[in-house]
C-alpha cells in the first residue's frame, strides 16, 4: 500500500537515496511526498539525517507513523508487534521479580 502525506516543496539538495527510488517519491505536482509498505525505524532514522529541514522531517514523521500500520490499518505494524511482545512477555518477569 502507498501512503501519502503533504509536503509544499522538497529542500534544496534532497535526493530519493537509489535504493529507494522504487518505494519513496515525491509528487510536486499533488505536493506529496509517498512511501509505499513498510517503514522500518532504520529507514527512517536514514531519510530523517538526509536534512534538517523541519517541513520535511515532520513530513516523513507522519510517513511513519503510517507506514507502520498494516493496509488495514488495524494497528499491527512495528510499534503494536513491540507492545504485544511485551505485554506477552511481561507477565513472567513481573511474576519472577515478586
Known sequence: MIRHVSLDHL????????????????????????????????????????????????????????CTFDEAGTGHGLWQWLSHLFRRYRSPWSASAR
Open 11 to 66: 529542500p534544496d539538495g534532497w535526493h530519493v537515496p537509489e535504493d529507494l527510488h522504487r518505494r519513496l517519491a515525491y509528487d510536486p505536482q499533488h505536493r506529496q511526498l509517498s512511501f509505499e509498505g513498510f517503514m522500518s525505524k532504520a529507514t527512517f532514522d536514514r531519510l530523517y539525517r538526509l536534512t534538517e529541514d523541519r517541513a520535511y522531517r515532520h513530513a516523513l514523521e507522519q510517513l511513519f507513523q503510517m
